[in-house]
């Protein structure tokens, strides 16, 4: 059974209230929701928050009612890793054994229904321990990163013999991404951060890798969104 899952936190020092900030006609949290329950692959929905409004909405929606997140877990350093266990745990207390735990970040609502199928086929055929959204990095450490070194002078951040001159000549970098993350529930148990594992990249086109964590990407997500809404690139 594949289990859903959105954390969506009340607090947000970037854009207040921005999870259930309507947008493009209806709270940022329904961009998420919407698909997740539109999955058929998808056997049960959870919504982790600390905020009474989106778990109230999020339950009346069909939800599953597991209380509202514990307070440690609500605060700005608390680690996604420790929310999604204890949203596992305390799911599995209601549904039962879980078999895929698939999480989409409430600020990352450009994703596509595709984006979702193709991470649960990556984790179904090559059973990782996570499968984890990423986008190829607009900025390359290898090429066009720089940091000062202990004189102040600038040096390339990952510096390689010889240097490198073309960006096409620079080893891959991918910037991970919160659009979609499946991940072995045996492995969310034991692990204590994300990268213990094997942890398989899921490649997503930078256009659908927007996350909202300022009021200039709140317009530039909503400006991208009404385009795929007008394109009828959207189904949900």
Request: with cysteine; hydrophobic share 45%; proline share 8%.
């Amino acid at each position: 059974m594949i289990l859903g899952h959105i954390g969506a936190r009340k607090g947000s020092k970037g854009v207040p209230g921005k999870n259930f900030r309507t947008l493009c006609g209806k709270p940022l949290i329904d961009w998420s929701l919407d698909q997740l329950f539109a999955n058929p692959r998808v056997g049960a929905v959870v919504v982790s928050t600390d905020d009474p409004a989106i778990y109230a909405h999020a339950v009346a929606r069909g939800a599953l009612a597991i209380g509202l997140r514990p307070p440690e877990l609500a605060t700005d350093t608390a680690p996604k890793w420790g929310v999604w266990q204890h949203a596992l745990a305390a799911s599995e207390a209601i549904c039962g054994p879980v078999s895929a735990f698939l999480d989409l970040d409430c600020t990352s609502p450009l994703r596509v229904p595709e984006d979702i199928d193709g991470a649960l086929d990556r984790f179904a055929s090559e059973a990782p321990d996570m499968v984890m959204s990423v986008c190829e990095a607009r900025k390359n450490p290898y090429f066009n990163l720089v940091e000062p070194d202990a004189t102040g002078a600038l040096q390339v951040s990952k510096p390689l013999p010889g240097g490198v001159w073309a960006r096409q000549d620079a080893p891959v970098v991918y910037e991970h991404v919160g659009v979609v993350y499946v991940v072995d529930p045996a492995y969310l148990r034991r692990a204590k951060t994300i990268y213990e594992g094997r942890v398989l990249p899921f490649v997503l086109p930078s256009e659908r890798c927007h996350d909202i964590d300022t009021p200039y990407d709140f317009r530039l997500v909503e400006f991208l969104l009404s385009e795929q809404l007008a394109a009828g690139v959207r189904k949900v």
